[in-house]
């Protein structure tokens, strides 16, 4: 159930982004009144799902979805469509038009992507807010992973900044460890004082390789006192924290609640932190049959949550955006060095769908499409022939000399393009398949 889920989550994800950014493409070529004659969801090789014609446009959802095109006339684009280039040029078609308003037409997809990903975040703001886990309130410090002892971290360490910069949200620091280009300098608290650890590149792409970072570190579980629900118990209060049972010092919640079960029927011997008190309490208190203390445990964390109105989601969901563009770009740009290898991490279809959550959850949705919408504008605005960017630089460059490019330096570049993107997909995809069913 939870892959058919996946799947569906995925394949609306995907037509909402191939919509909007082939929409984008149609709009602004109508603004120019230039004519577009076919407009798809999916690739429809050979034949297609539906289709329908309105005015000169043909509209239809292919069978294909490997994502979708707007065949704007005139146009050297996926089609190769070169007996109509033969033609003499009519005034509503693409290669009439100035260059300038070729250009936009051209990355008005691009623009719509990034739109998109605004008027989402903007919409999780104001429904949701921005919640996440602070460091400031792992007052426990964590529990690290094999992975995280081979670094330097110990059990209980709490961490205070990564590469001079405080920690705040958890999930950017594990970010910072995971996307970088050399080593990372982690401070940590640790026994009440700063350590300073350096964290080799090589280990970290190990760490990547392995996903170990899927559980490097774990927030302590302490044993908190909610509230008393036996009389036996009456001794302990609300915020209690349980430090020592019997002569077992530093366990977890976990722990005490095992070795209550081995003195079920019996007496323990407690020590307890109590807000305001100087030093530590005594009790010994009764032990249930069942091997409890009779109280309920008090969950030590809470995610934290800023809330904002109608008119404040608007620059939030703009700053969400910006900061998700400049981190994607950076992603990118790490990935062409082989040193990081994060080449290694490209993934295809099968890598995208596993991000969806397993339930339907209408937060994460919008959240991994808000995502998924940056990466397309990204990867469209790269100046590789056959996308977004690379139409488009060939366009700039008219614009700056007042030469337009030759139909067949156009028609080559198409072809070349192609070739990389279908290299590209096979990579990431094939990457999937090693992945997932072979390693």
């Known amino acids: 159930m939870d892959i058919l889920i996946k799947a569906l989550q995925f394949f609306l994800c995907f037509t909402i982004l191939v919509g909007i950014h082939e929409l984008g493409h149609f709009i602004m070529a109508r603004v ?149 280009k050399g080593d990372r300098e982690v401070v940590v608290e640790r026994d009440g004082e700063q350590v300073t650890l350096t964290l080799p590149l090589q280990e970290l792409i190990d760490m990547r390789r392995e996903r170990a970072y899927e559980d490097l570190f774990t927030l302590r579980h302490p044993f908190l006192v909610d509230s008393v629900v036996v009389p036996g118990a009456s001794a302990l209060r609300h915020g209690d924290e349980i430090v020592a049972m019997e002569d ?91 040193k990081t290898k994060l080449y290694e991490e490209l993934g295809g279809f099968i890598a995208i769908g596993s991000i969806f959550p397993g339930s339907w959850n209408w937060e994460g949705f919008w959240l991994t499409t808000a995502f998924l919408s940056i990466m397309l504008a990204v990867m469209n605005i790269l100046p590789i022939p056959g996308l977004d960017g690379g139409h488009a630089i060939f366009t700039f460059w008219e614009m700056l000399t007042g030469r337009k490019v030759s139909e067949r330096v156009l028609e080559t570049a198409q072809y070349v393009g192609l070739i990389i993107i279908l290299a590209l997909v096979l990579y990431a995809n094939g990457n999937d398949i090693y992945r997932f069913f072979i390693k």
């Open 32 to 180: 120019f009144r230039i004519r577009v004659e076919k407009f798809y969801i999916f690739f429809d090789p050979w034949f297609s799902l539906f289709k329908f014609r309105r005015g000169d446009t043909e509209y239809g959802l292919g069978w294909l979805p490997l994502g979708g095109y707007v065949k704007i006339a005139g146009m050297i684009d996926e089609s190769m469509d070169k007996e109509q280039m033969k033609q003499p040029v009519k005034s509503d078609e693409f290669r009439a038009k100035p260059a300038w308003q070729r250009f936009l037409v051209m990355i008005a997809g691009v623009v719509m992507n990034v739109l998109l990903a605004i008027v989402i975040y903007c919409g999780i703001c104001y429904v949701w807010g921005d919640s996440y886990l602070s460091n400031e309130d792992a007052r426990w410090g964590y529990n690290f992973n094999e992975t995280g002892h081979r670094l330097g971290f110990r059990d209980g360490d709490r961490f205070v900044s990564l590469d001079g910069e405080p920690v705040d949200n958890i999930q950017t620091l594990l970010n910072g460890l995971l996307i970088t």
């Open 248 to 338: 077992s010092t530093g366990l977890e919640f976990p722990g005490y609640q095992a070795l209550l079960k081995s003195h079920a029927g019996g007496e323990v011997r407690l020590a307890v932190k109590r807000a305001g008190c100087d030093s530590l309490l005594h009790f010994t208190l009764p032990v249930t049959a069942e091997g409890k203390l009779g109280v309920l445990a008090l969950a030590p964390y809470t995610l934290r949550t800023q809330e904002y109105t109608f008119w404040e989601s608007i620059p939030a969901g703009f700053r969400k955006a910006g900061r998700m563009l400049s981190s994607y770009w950076e992603q990118l740009k790490l990935i062409v060095q082989p």
